[in-house]
């Protein structure tokens, strides 16, 4: 079992920049895919970022690309999104998410991947 924690959330303008994190506890060793997705007001939960243990590698939404960052401390247990040049239209409930398994490419954008979920956080970009 894996718990999530996220945190960091608030209300920024537009152009700021917030700094999400997701505190992880119970089996966080070996091969997972840890994911942010967010929620936007009367909307679907869309994919955001993605890291994967396995390489290291990082994958990002069209629409984040370039302003957002996805990173991991090991020694925390923790994943974080650093957001930046943020516009309203990143208005949403931001969730951490993770499976322990190498989500493959063609799939890491689906929830239906992820089986552990953070009770999320809100960002709300407004001036």
């Known amino acids: 079992q894996v718990q999530l924690v996220e945190s960091g959330g608030g209300y920024v303008q537009p152009g700021g920049s917030l700094r999400l994190s997701c505190a992880a506890s119970g089996r966080t060793f070996g091969t997972y895919t840890m994911a942010w997705f967010r929620q936007p007001p009367g909307k679907e939960r869309e994919f955001v970022a993605a890291?994967?243990?396995?390489?290291?590698?990082?994958y990002y939404a069209d629409s984040v690309k370039g302003r957002f960052t996805i990173s991991r401390d090991v020694a925390k247990n923790t994943v974080y999104l650093q957001m930046i040049s943020l516009k309203p239209e990143d208005t949403a409930g931001y969730y951490c998410?993770?499976?322990?398994?190498?989500?493959?490419?063609?799939?890491?954008?689906?929830?239906?991947?992820?089986?552990?979920w953070g009770q999320g956080t809100q960002v709300t970009v407004s001036s």
């Open positions: 890291f994967r243990s396995s390489g290291e590698s990082t």
């Open positions: 998410a993770a499976v322990l398994q190498r989500v493959p490419l063609s799939s890491i954008r689906r929830p239906g991947q992820y089986n552990y």
